[in-house]
């Protein structure tokens, strides 16, 4: 078979091609480049055609395990995609289209990333969000700068509950610019309340918090928003988007800033990308979004359109003086996302938060009641609740994977004084029977 | 067409879930129980596919039209590599970092680390991390990079200098990583003025940014000197891979002298742009830059198994949640493989065909400023046009309703007027020559009846749209329910 090949001129075309440029050989063409500066080497395998690319790719997927019981999270989680998504999302009207720089041709993207943007501001309460960023954790980085923008300030308080690649990805945005950080430790799982709000200054751009944090634990952050207030701070909070159906919004708890990752909105595992970051604002501070942001106006004969809107703050205009260097975001993972809220509907987002949490509730009854296992958290949780063990979690992990069953996230390579805990998730697709067996298995593997 | 909000009605339901299987659990605390639920909209699961479906009705696309969008590289996009991503759609990116979890992802890790040998051949470079998310991500990540070598060398230095033909995200990028810009203007061939630039260089210059070919599709014939200038001052040359398009298997950036390159997945390699994203920046570096690349790196023992390696002192640290978007990825994997060698070689042989067919087709209808053969995309300019009144975006518009999707427009932005036509290798002569005689009319009409082209567009679901009302009342939510 030969190998795969989208070039569809005919040799006689390329030479009538070539005779109306009027140039001998395509080789002419590339003249300018000096011979000097041509490649050496270019050492790439046979083609070949699309029925052996995938044999291969099967192959290869192949060498993932495919069948395990998966109870980690860790920012990205197996939840159901109705298969509207795919579908709908699998339009090449919208996946093969660019970024809606032509209105007029481009008014379906434009319109469903409009309505994705007031699902983001009913979700978490806020008055303006944008067109989405790249994941959760560089959504985070984003807002801390921006939070830096609108205070003129360069300090960050940062809880030790946000998810350690959230910080390190804060922390390699920020690390070439002037800019101070403190970092909270947690405590059982919770901020710590005392030493966070003794980290705050006058100098303080913002507070960044994670809600429910890394252990799973949830916050009212009603107080530690009115302190940052107080010492004119913003509060930045990432949340976790099916929670929202169950959880106090942020708005409501007063964060100024509220980011997160869409993975769970409709977008496959795929080894972690790609999903979409989200980020939304009170309104006041829509000029220091960074990316784009659609807006609704009218054409010529008044009938509603839309638009990228406020690309004065972008870098294909403002260049080195934009609010942020993205360009490409992840419109169709968002579009994914607005896709997978409108199928579930109001209710359905309460519903699915709700087994969520209801199963979470159960599996850490069963798991918290095995001899030598403690809850860690003191505060309430919603799909992951930490568990503290009489051993080494990173050994009991490692045990029951050999099993086929992923028990969850050991901390101990991001905390090391919780090398004996566990985050577990517990997501809406894992069964009673599933849990029941990770309990007995945990036994087993503790005691025996 | 109205509002999938406007189109909810209490009560009806859409998608399913299965029933619960536990006990119902005691609620939440008050304090955190939300008070009321997201105002979603409530639809049959058939309201929400007539809803999107008919949306997508509202695009233009490669699909459904030739999309010649210069510096975008909206070529074909093969279904085979959708199915491609499918095959990996469950693997959870944890697994590999539980302990014991590495050889449960074996088929992960080696795509990745296959990719990135990949691309370092294509490139020239000596490793590729895969982490960063989109091009502008890579160029951010590319000159933290940079910073990190030169911190470690005991001074970060304080500039960074781009020529003003380059992507607004080159400046942009290398502002977030804190350095201040030195624009370069471009000399009248073409390029940067390298005089201009011989004055603008010293001790303090980090890193050069170039995109070769420009933006104006013309390849530098300098490039070689620059770089030598540059590293005489011991700065670093930084390729911004947009163009890449143009030389697979000509010229590889690393053996030109660059040290820092980003590549555009969803432009080179075949993926879609899925309307605006996601996008893949995977960056390669030369040896020296290796030691401070993001982490997670992945390695590959004498067994054949692969490995994440998770410490380094030198690392920048990290730039996204995991590996990058992996899907996006699998379908630039698949690319590479599927066409291989001489599939890549005759990738930018057509696209440069293509280019310079389009380019000598209608140079005598519009202002070509830079007239000389061109790489894979031309930019001429409505200069001509404007005297009868009519401006570059009047054409676009009248291309629209002539079912194509306009060139980019009104970028670079040291041309006047600009139109830059990228036509890629994926479309036909008998496409091209379509294009060509609407292009020709729209020039004839310029002469004739420029006021045809000012109503433009007029067969699409909206005319043109009042750009200074929606930024001015920032409705960017839909408020009622």
Same mark, same amino acid.
């Given at each position: 078979?030969?190998?795969?090949?989208?070039?569809?001129?005919?040799?006689?075309?390329?030479?009538?091609?070539?005779?109306?440029i009027?140039?001998?050989?395509?080789?002419?063409l590339?003249?300018?480049?000096?011979?000097?500066?041509?490649a050496?080497?270019?050492?790439?395998?046979?083609?070949?055609?699309?029925?052996?690319?995938?044999?291969?790719?099967a192959?290869?997927?192949?060498?993932? %395990?495919?069948?395990?019981?998966?109870?980690?999270?860790?920012?990205?989680?197996?939840h159901?995609?109705?298969?509207?998504?795919?579908?709908? %999302?699998?339009?090449?009207?919208?996946?093969?289209?660019y970024?809606?720089?032509?209105?007029?041709?481009?008014?379906?993207?434009?319109?469903?990333l409009?309505e994705?943007?007031?699902?983001?501001?009913?979700?978490?309460?806020m008055?303006?969000?944008n067109?989405?960023?790249?994941?959760?954790?560089?959504?985070?980085?984003?807002?801390?700068?921006?939070?830096?923008?609108?205070?003129?300030?360069?300090?960050?308080?940062?809880?030790g509950?946000?998810?350690?690649?959230s910080r390190?990805?804060?922390?390699?945005?920020?690390?070439?610019?002037?800019?101070?950080?403190?970092?909270?430790?947690?405590q059982?799982?919770?901020?710590?309340?005392?030493?966070?709000?003794?980290?705050?200054?006058?100098?303080?751009?913002?507070?960044?918090?994670?809600?429910?944090?890394?252990?799973?634990?949830?916050?009212?952050?009603?107080?530690i928003?009115?302190?940052?207030?107080?010492?004119g701070?913003?509060?930045?909070?990432?949340?976790?988007?099916?929670?929202?159906?169950?959880?106090?919004?942020?708005?409501?708890?007063?964060?100024?800033?509220?980011?997160?990752?869409?993975?769970?909105?409709?977008?496959?595992?795929?080894?972690?990308?790609?999903?979409?970051?989200?980020?939304?604002?009170?309104?006041?501070y829509?000029?220091?979004?960074?990316?784009?942001?659609?807006?609704?106006?009218?054409?010529?004969?008044?009938?509603?359109?839309?638009?990228?809107?406020?690309?004065?703050?972008?870098?294909?205009?403002?260049?080195?003086?934009?609010?942020?260097?993205?360009?490409?975001?992840?419109?169709?993972?968002?579009?994914?996302?607005?896709?997978?809220?409108?199928?579930?509907?109001?209710?359905?987002?309460?519903?699915?938060?709700?087994?969520?949490?209801?199963?979470?509730?159960?599996?850490k009854?069963?798991?918290?009641?095995?001899?030598?296992?403690?809850?860690?958290?003191?505060?309430?949780t919603?799909?992951?609740?930490?568990?503290?063990?009489?051993?080494?979690?990173?050994?009991?992990?490692?045990?029951l994977?050999?099993?086929?069953?992923? %028990?969850?996230?050991p901390?101990?390579?991001?905390?090391?004084?919780?090398?004996?805990?566990?985050v577990?998730?517990v997501?809406?697709?894992?069964?009673?029977?599933?849990?029941?067996?990770?309990?007995?298995a945990?036994?087993? %593997?503790?005691?025996? | 067409?109205?509002?999938?909000? !406007?189109?909810?009605?209490a009560?009806?339901r859409?998608?399913?879930l299965?029933?619960?299987?536990v006990?119902?659990?005691?609620?939440?605390?008050?304090?955190?129980?939300?008070s009321?639920?997201?105002?979603?909209?409530?639809?049959?699961?058939?309201?929400v596919?007539?809803?999107?479906?008919n949306?997508?009705?509202?695009?233009?696309?490669?699909?459904?039209?030739?999309y010649?969008?210069?510096?975008?590289t909206?070529?074909?996009?093969?279904?085979?590599?959708?199915? &491609?991503?499918?095959?990996?759609?469950?693997?959870?990116?944890?697994?590999?970092l539980?302990?014991?979890?590495?050889?449960?992802?074996?088929?992960?890790?080696?795509?990745?680390?296959?990719?990135?040998?990949?691309?370092?051949?294509?490139?020239?470079?000596?490793?590729?991390?895969?982490?960063?998310?989109?091009?502008?991500?890579?160029?951010?990540?590319?000159?933290?990079?940079?910073?990190?070598?030169? @911190?470690a060398?005991?001074?970060?230095?304080?500039y960074?200098?781009?020529?003003?033909?380059?992507?607004?995200?080159?400046?942009?990028?290398?502002?977030?990583?804190?350095?201040?810009i030195v624009?370069?203007?471009?000399?009248?061939?073409?390029?940067?003025?390298?005089?201009?630039f011989?004055?603008?260089?010293?001790?303090?210059?980090?890193?050069?940014?170039?995109?070769?070919?420009?933006?104006?599709?013309l390849?530098?014939?300098? =490039?070689?000197? =620059?770089?030598?200038?540059?590293?005489s001052?011991?700065?670093?040359?930084y390729?911004?891979?947009?163009?890449?398009?143009?030389?697979?298997?000509?010229?590889?950036?690393?053996?030109?002298?660059?040290?820092v390159?980003?590549?555009?997945?969803?432009?080179t390699?075949?993926?879609p742009?899925?309307?605006?994203?996601?996008?893949?920046?995977?960056?390669?570096?030369?040896?020296?830059?290796?030691?401070?690349?993001p982490?997670?790196?992945?390695?590959?023992?004498?067994?054949?198994?692969?490995?994440?390696?998770?410490?380094?002192?030198?690392s920048?640290?990290?730039v996204?949640?995991?590996?990058g978007?992996?899907?996006?990825?699998?379908?630039?994997?698949?690319?590479?493989?599927?066409?291989?060698?001489?599939?890549?070689? @005759?990738?930018?042989?057509?696209?440069?065909?293509?280019a310079?067919?389009?380019?000598?087709?209608?140079k005598?209808?519009?202002?070509?400023?830079?007239d000389?053969?061109c790489?894979?995309?031309?930019?001429?300019? &409505?200069?001509?046009?404007?005297k009868?009144?009519?401006? &570059?975006?009047?054409?676009?518009?009248?291309?629209?309703?002539q079912?194509?999707?306009?060139?980019?427009?009104?970028?670079?932005?040291i041309?006047?007027?600009?139109?830059?036509?990228?036509?890629?290798?994926?479309?036909? @002569?008998?496409?091209?020559?379509a294009?060509?005689?609407?292009?020709?009319?729209?020039?004839?009409?310029a002469? @004739?009846?420029?006021?045809?082209?000012?109503?433009?567009?007029?067969?699409?679901?909206?005319?043109?749209?009042?750009?200074?009302?929606?930024?001015? !009342?920032?409705?960017?939510?839909?408020?009622?329910?």
């Amino acid at each position: 078979m030969s190998a795969a090949d989208y070039c569809p001129n005919t040799q006689a075309e390329i030479r009538e091609m070539l005779a109306a440029i009027g140039v001998n050989s395509v080789e002419e063409l590339f003249g300018p480049i000096p011979q000097a500066l041509r490649a050496k080497s270019f050492d790439l395998p046979e083609g070949m055609s699309e029925f052996e690319l995938l044999q291969r790719l099967a192959e290869l997927a192949g060498k993932n %395990a495919q069948k395990l019981s998966s109870f980690i999270g860790g920012g990205y989680y197996d939840h159901l995609i109705p298969a509207v998504v795919d579908h709908l %999302a699998s339009r090449a009207e919208f996946y093969t289209a660019y970024t809606p720089y032509q209105p007029e041709c481009s008014q379906g993207t434009l319109q469903g990333l409009y309505e994705y943007q007031t699902a983001i501001c009913r979700l978490t309460g806020m008055a303006v969000a944008n067109a989405s960023l790249y994941d959760g954790g560089t959504a985070l980085a984003e807002a801390a700068m921006m939070a830096l923008r609108i205070t003129g300030r360069n300090r960050l308080v940062i809880d030790g509950g946000i998810s350690p690649f959230s910080r390190q990805i804060v922390k390699t945005y920020l690390a070439n610019l002037a800019v101070e950080f403190v970092e909270i430790d947690q405590q059982q799982g919770v901020t710590d309340r005392v030493a966070l709000l003794a980290a705050l200054t006058d100098q303080t751009a913002a507070i960044l918090v994670q809600n429910p944090n890394f252990f799973g634990s949830l916050d009212d952050l009603s107080d530690i928003a009115e302190e940052a207030h107080g010492k004119g701070a913003l509060l930045i909070a990432s949340v976790y988007p099916i929670a929202l159906g169950l959880v106090q919004s942020p708005a409501s708890m007063g964060a100024d800033i509220v980011v997160g990752d869409g993975q769970s909105l409709g977008n496959p595992l795929s080894f972690g990308g790609p999903s979409f970051g989200f980020i939304a604002t009170r309104k006041e501070y829509i000029r220091n979004l960074p990316g784009r942001i659609i807006g609704e106006t009218v054409d010529k004969t008044g009938r509603r359109g839309f638009v990228l809107t406020l690309q004065a703050r972008e870098q294909h205009i403002k260049r080195h003086k934009a609010t942020s260097n993205i360009c490409s975001n992840q419109s169709l993972c968002a579009l994914r996302g607005v896709i997978f809220l409108s199928s579930l509907g109001k209710d359905g987002l309460v519903e699915l938060a709700r087994l969520n949490y209801d199963k979470s509730e159960y599996a850490k009854e069963k798991l918290g009641a095995i001899k030598g296992v403690a809850v860690l958290n003191i505060a309430a949780t919603f799909n992951e609740f930490t568990l503290a063990l009489p051993q080494d979690a990173a050994a009991l992990v490692e045990k029951l994977l050999q099993q086929g069953i992923a %028990a969850g996230v050991p901390l101990g390579s991001y905390y090391q004084e919780l090398a004996h805990c566990l985050v577990v998730t517990v997501t809406e697709k894992r069964s009673r029977e599933e849990i029941d067996a990770l309990a007995t298995a945990m036994e087993v %593997a503790l005691w025996n | 067409m109205e509002l999938i909000y !406007e189109k909810s009605m209490a009560g009806r339901r859409g998608v399913r879930l299965p029933a619960s299987d536990v006990p119902q659990a005691r609620a939440l605390p008050p304090n955190l129980q939300r008070s009321e639920p997201a105002q979603l909209p409530e639809l049959s699961e058939l309201d929400v596919v007539r809803h999107f479906t008919n949306l997508s009705r509202r695009n233009f696309s490669v699909d459904t039209n030739f999309y010649p969008l210069g510096s975008c590289t909206m070529k074909y996009n093969a279904k085979v590599l959708e199915n &491609a991503a499918g095959l990996f759609a469950h693997a959870h990116p944890m697994i590999p970092l539980l302990p014991g979890g590495e050889k449960l992802a074996q088929g992960g890790l080696a795509m990745l680390h296959d990719l990135a040998g990949l691309l370092a051949e294509i490139t020239g470079m000596d490793e590729v991390t895969t982490q960063p998310l989109a091009g502008a991500h890579g160029e951010m990540t590319g000159i933290m990079l940079v910073a990190a070598y030169y @911190k470690a060398k005991g001074n970060r230095k304080k500039y960074v200098i781009v020529p003003d033909s380059s992507h607004g995200t080159n400046p942009a990028s290398a502002a977030m990583v804190g350095y201040e810009i030195v624009t370069i203007p471009t000399a009248p061939y073409g390029d940067m003025d390298l005089e201009a630039f011989k004055q603008a260089m010293n001790g303090e210059v980090a890193a050069v940014m170039m995109t070769c070919p420009n933006t104006l599709g013309l390849f530098n014939p300098h =490039i070689k000197e =620059i770089c030598d200038i540059a590293h005489s001052h011991d700065a670093l040359m930084y390729y911004d891979g947009a163009n890449l398009n143009a030389i697979l298997g000509k010229v590889r950036p690393g053996d030109v002298g660059f040290d820092v390159i980003h590549v555009n997945l969803h432009k080179t390699f075949g993926t879609p742009h899925g309307g605006g994203g996601p996008g893949s920046g995977p960056v390669g570096v030369k040896k020296a830059l290796i030691p401070f690349l993001p982490l997670p790196r992945i390695s590959k023992d004498s067994a054949g198994g692969f490995a994440l390696l998770q410490e380094n002192p030198q690392s920048i640290g990290r730039v996204a949640n995991f590996f990058g978007n992996f899907g996006v990825m699998v379908k630039a994997y698949a690319y590479i493989i599927m066409l291989g060698r001489e599939g890549l070689i @005759k990738v930018s042989e057509q696209a440069v065909l293509n280019a310079n067919y389009v380019m000598a087709q209608l140079k005598d209808y519009y202002d070509l400023p830079y007239d000389q053969s061109c790489m894979h995309e031309c930019v001429f300019s &409505a200069s001509r046009q404007l005297k009868q009144g009519v401006h &570059a975006i009047d054409i676009a518009k009248y291309l629209i309703d002539q079912g194509y999707h306009p060139p980019t427009v009104y970028f670079p932005l040291i041309v006047k007027e600009a139109i830059m036509i990228e036509p890629t290798e994926t479309e036909s @002569k008998e496409t091209l020559d379509a294009f060509i005689a609407v292009m020709r009319e729209a020039a004839e009409l310029a002469e @004739k009846d420029p006021a045809a082209l000012l109503q433009a567009p007029v067969t699409m679901p909206v005319t043109r749209l009042d750009e200074t009302k929606a930024a001015r !009342e920032q409705n960017v939510c839909y408020a009622r329910w």
